[in-house]
């Protein structure tokens, strides 16, 4: 049997260029979306998706 190697904590990159751009705009309306939902019933839950969104927020500010 030969060894096996994991890459514990390894990240693969997102995508380029505009597929990048476009999966983090999908993901920042989905988190918005979840904080909408969330905001009716978990406060907590709410401020999550909230700081969420605004990480990606970030991310999409910092690419542009």
């Known amino acids: 049997m030969e060894k ?3 890459k514990v ?3 693969n990159p997102i995508g ?3 597929q990048e ?3 983090l705009r999908n ?3 989905h988190f918005n979306q979840k904080a909408v939902e969330a905001a009716q019933n978990n406060s907590a839950l709410k401020d999550f998706f909230e700081r969420k969104a605004q990480n990606i927020q ?3 500010q910092q690419s542009l």
Do not use: E, P
């Open 4 to 6: 096996q190697y994991c």
């Open 9 to 11: 904590g390894s990240i």
């Open 16 to 18: 380029s260029g505009s």
């Open 21 to 23: 751009l476009q999966l």
């Open 27 to 29: 993901q920042l309306q």
């Open 58 to 60: 970030k991310m999409l």
